[in-house]
């Protein structure tokens, strides 16, 4: 199972920016992908999953407006698209196989990949 994030950078606080995840080694369609962010000293926290075919989308409440979270099962990508990006929101950000609860969580059989670093800043 690889996962690998990309994408990410320094971006202005009310700007915008797309990540992209690259899947390998798993049948990438048969399962939820999501995405979670660690802020420095802060734990893993889940941000977005959305399931197999794209109908069901769990967002963790302080993105929800702003972030959108996407699929293309025919490449085996997943994306995240940030917009009115907040300080708060820099973080190293990771894709991941995911779960359903109360909030976003991460599958046990998922092996965490590089993330990408997204720091918004003025």
């Known amino acids: 199972v690889q996962l690998q994030a990309f994408g990410g950078g320094l971006v202005q606080p009310g700007g915008f920016l797309t990540l992209s995840c690259a899947a390998s080694?798993?049948?990438?369609?048969?399962?939820?992908i999501g995405w979670f962010r660690q802020a420095p000293g802060q734990e893993r926290e889940g941000v977005l999953c959305?399931?197999?075919?794209?109908?069901?989308?769990l967002y963790r409440d302080s993105v929800k407006g702003r972030f959108t979270i996407s699929r293309d099962n025919a490449e085996d990508m997943a994306y995240l698209q940030m917009n009115s990006l907040k300080p708060e929101d820099t973080a190293v950000y990771y894709c991941?196989?995911?779960?359903?609860?109360?909030?976003?969580?991460?599958?046990?059989?998922?092996?965490w990949g590089q993330g990408t670093q997204v720091t918004v800043s003025s």
């Open positions: 991941a196989i995911c779960g359903f609860a109360s909030r976003v969580i991460v599958a046990p059989y998922n092996h």
């Open positions: 080694g798993f049948a990438f369609d048969d399962l939820a």
């Open positions: 959305i399931s197999r075919g794209g109908d069901r989308i």
